[in-house]
Each structure stands twice: as structure tokens, then as C-alpha cells.
């Protein structure tokens, strides 16, 4: 069974950072494109970053230069560093882990970002 837990969520002022992990338990970590996806109160889940298994990235234009992604395929953990943090920041953050031959999507439980003086 394939499981992602994130941590790193929590309440941060405007400006400030921080960085989101989500380890994965399983076996298709190493063949598997992992990405962070947000949902925000009223708002449908939107995509913030991927990262496939060689390494490219993508970003939503929201968060481009303020937002990294990286994983650790020895860990089999993938990370969001979220820099120069802003309101519209503040969603539920969810860990995303995508197979395509199979096709199989996995998802984690989200954590909380709020952003907030």
C-alpha cells in the first residue's frame, strides 16, 4: 500500500517561509512523478509544482521564483520550499505521487499553510 504524509505546515507572517516535506512509503517512489498541489476555502485544487523522476520541474506561474521543488530519492521524500510566503498563499497543501504505466495516482492528506499577520 502506498501512503504520503506531509509535515511542515503551520502559520507563518507575510514574507516568511517555509518548507513542506511528504515522505512516501511503498515501492514507486523511484518511478513515480511527485508533485504539490493546493486547495484554498471556495477554490478548486490547483497545481503548485511537479517534479518528474529525472528531475524536471514545473511551477504554477503564482508561485514561480518563490517556490522549489527537490526530492530525495534516497529517502523517498519530495520537498516544497516556499519562500516570500503570501496570503493567497494560505491553502491546504497536498502531496501528490503520479505512475503513468500504470496508470495510478496516490494522495496524501494535506497540511495547512497559513499565511497571516
Known amino acids: 500500500q502506498v501512503q504520503l504524509v506531509e509535515s511542515g505546515g503551520g502559520l507563518v507572517q507575510p514574507g516568511g517561509s517555509l518548507r513542506l516535506s511528504c515522505a512516501a512509503s511503498?515501492?514507486?517512489?523511484?518511478?513515480?512523478?511527485m508533485g504539490w498541489y493546493r486547495q484554498a476555502p471556495g477554490k478548486q485544487r490547483e497545481l503548485v509544482s511537479t517534479?518528474?523522476?529525472?528531475?524536471?520541474?514545473n511551477y504554477a506561474d503564482s508561485v514561480k521564483g518563490r517556490f522549489t521543488i527537490s526530492r530525495d530519492n534516497a529517502k523517498s521524500t519530495v520537498y516544497l520550499q516556499m519562500d516570500s510566503l503570501k496570503p493567497e498563499d494560505t491553502a491546504v497543501y497536498f502531496c501528490n505521487a503520479r505512475v503513468f504505466v500504470p496508470p495510478a495516482t496516490h494522495w496524501g492528506q494535506g497540511t495547512q499553510v497559513t499565511v497571516s499577520s
Open positions: 511503498g515501492r514507486i517512489f523511484s518511478r513515480s512523478t
Open positions: 517534479i518528474t523522476t529525472g528531475g524536471s520541474t
